[in-house]
């Protein structure tokens, strides 16, 4: 089992900036990709950046540019840079973990923390 726990949500003005941390524990040495996704009130989630093992990231079109994902592994971190925040990044951000190797989605999720952006 692994267990993600999500902090460093809260409440920005439109162009400012943001930082969440995801800590992972448990069997963490069975992690290769992990996640970022978020939720708005009303829509489906969606993804926002991902990272495996060895550093390689991939972003949504919509925060590409003003979001950066970084991971440690000694530390079994994840944490997510969000600069130049807009009011429709905000959401529900969630942290995911994939433990299945060769295998696609995550299969374990931690339980979002909130980010409101206002204009």
Do not use: H
């Not at 040495?29 to 489906?44: E, H, L, T, V, Y």
């Not at 994939?98 to 204009?119: C, E, F, I, K, L």
């Amino acid at each position: 089992q692994v267990q993600l726990v999500e902090s460093g949500g809260g409440l920005v003005q439109a162009g400012g900036s943001l930082r969440l941390s995801c800590a992972a524990s448990g069997r963490t040495f069975s992690i290769d990709r992990m996640a970022w996704f978020r939720q708005a009130p009303g829509k489906d989630r969606e993804f926002v950046a991902s990272i495996v093992l060895i550093g390689t990231t991939a972003y949504a079109r919509s925060v590409k540019g003003r979001f950066t994902a970084s991971r440690d592994n000694a530390k079994n971190t994840l944490d997510l840079q969000m600069n130049s925040l807009k009011p429709e990044d905000t959401a529900v951000y969630y942290c995911a973990a994939n433990s299945r190797a060769g295998m696609a989605g995550y299969d374990y999720w931690g339980q979002g923390t909130q980010v409101t952006v206002s204009s």
